[in-house]
């Protein structure tokens, strides 16, 4: 076996007593260390590892390599505008310049912090041709970047060596080095991102009025070069404090000549594209040794996944894996996490957790937040001419402080009122005043301006009424409804629980599953797309792994979950709750009682601007199935629910809506209800006709569709069998009779339609 030694020429620059800068002259690696010998370890391990996995090295094509520093004046200049200010006075560079001779038999000159190189024959023409060379550059650079590097200290040159086996690989040609970040550049991205990639967000991402925070990060990255959680809850300003301090250190390095780097990644990335055992791992110490040489800081955005991602446990997960990584100084990292995440951080791998230095976002006191909102309201107005009436901050501040109680200023304030800028701008409005700001708060949450507004009051007969048109026969349950509403509005509801949570209880078909319904639109169905009424068949979650599907497990998010997260302004309808297992009441018992909902691994979702309704049939039995209010049924249904459910369940409950039986006047009213909806459907809406009905057709219909079993619940399936399909029929027989009215008879067993 033939072994030979390899040696690539080394710059390096001693920045400060435990900082060296070291270049592999030819390429564009750079690593910094605290001493030499670690920048020639780091350098050389990562070339042979290069070697061993491609069977290939850097090309460097010179001989005897020696350094040269020639200084070269230049005048600094300014553009403005396009125009270029020439001063009088000159900075003097001492411009580095390495020199050898080619295998070909010329010349050649690097200049490493220029990043440039020329050829040339002849040794006397040297000390000009750098000179000129030099120049023609420099006189490009920006004055702040000549005074940076006339400050440079002075470079030396020293070189390492990796040993090769020249018959392992006929074919052995070197690498290039514009490949030098494959494995970095696909799984993360660079930020502060290239101004091609950058977002077009009109607004900021301003650390307003943290500055000390800001601050606190910079130092303990750049000087004590520690890894750095910030904490903080949501909207508390994390992710701008931590961007404004990785925008500085950038930009700061970029001026000093020893560029810092972020590289941004989730950490599903690592293992989304990996197919063999041990993969995962080779591929992130590739991604450390990139880091290394980019002297980057990797920014992971959701952590907590670091410990479920790649093997079966948290033991063989990545953020094992890289604990040694950390702890040697090899790999740096930065993240945000909640304080609920950082205790489930700590529980479940301590000695990754260990590895951090914490910085802490303190809350904002109220007169801070209205500085921050003051802030971004002058900035929008001086950038995009949109300005807001002195009312709306406060507003603005009054209604998110009491229906966002779950996140943080300043973040909320900045993210609504930017949806009120979006907003302004498409409807081409230059200025933003109370009405604006209702509307769309209102359709960002649902909830109806009533609530919004202390100065309008809730008309008590009205609300009745509203209730009363879509309830048919339950008069207790709808006096309770109306309560709930009038606690919201007069804000008594607790803050720290689901805004109400119910449990409808009576029997099948008399209208829980309709007054879920009502409450649903009457509280938020003013602006969401989707509707607001989550209902979710408890029958379907028998077993006790069925209690993932709901709540979710490991990465899998359950579906309540998934539906609260995507509409946290809603009715939350667990229909028949008496038919889950038993562990899906020990899981709902702290959303019952605190409104939250935390998984393993710290993930919070919020059911606080939730209105949870349970409904049962328990206690109905044989006499309670006919359609009679009596006393003795309701306590007939009380004594089964506190039967079946436990104590603690049942205490977590704000009250429960007794549902009675229905009569026959009860089902005819549902049926007159129904009919008129059926003129909302689409087929006949569009074309304006409006139906009228006999007084025959509608006895047909409430005697074909009550049950004393079911209660109304036959009477859909009679009207879609008697009217829907006939009707149906008939409109696609004849022509469409646009904005007239039809006359539907039942006739000798029949629907018969006349055009009237």
Known sequence: MAIENISFPLLYFQLSDDAVLGMLLGTRYQVVEHDLRKVKKSLSEYLTKQYKKTGSSPEMEIQEAQL????????????????????????????????????????????????????????????????????NILYSFPPEVLYQMARMPRPQLDEIEIRINTERDTSWKPFQFEQRSATLERLAEPFPPPRSARSRNAFPEAAWEMEGSVQQIIDKLTHQRANILVVGPSGSGKSAVLKQAMRRIHTESKRNQRTRTFWRIMAQRITATTKYLGEWQEMVEDLIQELKWSNGILWVEDILQLLTTGGYGVEDSVAAFIQSYIRQGDLQLVAEVSPVQLDRLRQLLPGFAELF????????????????????????????????????????????????????????????????????????????????????????????????????????????????????????????????????????????????TLLFAGPTGVGKTASAQALAEYFFGKGQVKRPLV??????????????????????????????????????????????????????????????????????????????????????????????????????????????????????????????????????????????????REGIAKYGIRLKYSPLLLDHLVQVGFDERYGARPLQRALEENIVYPLSGWLVKNPIPERQTLFLDFVKGSLKISIS
Do not use: W
């Open 68 to 135: 040269r520093i020639v200084r070269v004046k230049v005048p600094p200049t300014y553009r403005v505008n396009g125009k270029a200010f020439q001063m009088t006075s000159q900075v003097e560079i001492p411009v580095t310049a390495v020199v050898g001779k080619s295998f070909q038999g010329y010349y050649e000159c690097y200049f490493p912090l220029l990043q440039e190189e020329f050829v040339f024959y002849e040794q006397q023409e040297l000390q000009h041709l750098i000179r000129s060379f030099a120049t």
């Open 535 to 680: 209902r979710v068949d408890m029958s379907e979650f028998q077993v006790p792994g069925d209690l993932s599907r709901l709540i979710g497990e490991g990465n899998e998010v359950g579906q309540v979950v998934k539906e609260i997260r995507e509409r946290p302004f809603s009715v939350l309808l667990l229909d028949e709750v008496e038919k889950a297992h038993p562990s899906v009441y020990d899981a709902l018992l702290t959303v019952l009682d605190e409104g939250l909902m935390v998984d393993a691994f710290g993930r919070v979702t919020d059911f606080r601007n939730t209105i949870i309704i349970l409904t049962t049939n328990l206690g109905q039995s044989q006499k309670s199935i006919g359609f009679v209010n009596t006393t003795s049924s309701e306590r007939q249904f009380t004594a089964a629910i506190e039967k079946f459910f436990r104590p603690e369940f049942v205490n977590r409950i704000d009250q429960m809506v007794l549902f009675h039986g229905l009569g026959k006047a009860h089902i005819q009213l549902i049926a007159e209800k129904e009919l008129r909806e059926l003129e909302q």
């Open 357 to 500: 230095q914490i910085v802490e976002i303190a809350p904002m006191d109220d007169n801070t937040v209205m500085g921050v909102l003051k802030k971004f309201a002058t900035y929008t107005q001086q950038t995009q001419e949109i300005s807001f009436s002195r009312e709306v901050l406060h507003l603005s501040f009054r209604l998110l402080k009491r229906y966002y109680p779950y996140e943080q200023f300043p973040g909320k304030g900045i993210k609504f009122l930017a949806q009120c800028v979006n907003e302004a701008r498409i409807n081409e409005q230059k200025k933003i005043g109370k009405k604006e700001a209702l509307l769309q708060f209102s359709r960002q949450t649902g909830l109806p301006e009533v609530f919004l507004r202390d100065d309008l009051l809730l008309d008590q007969q009205e609300l009745f009424q509203y209730f009363r048109d879509r309830i048919i026969g339950q008069e207790e349950a709808i006096g309770q409804l109306c309560n709930i509403v009038k606690i919201y509005k007069a804000g008594l509801n607790n803050p720290a629980k689901p805004i109400t």
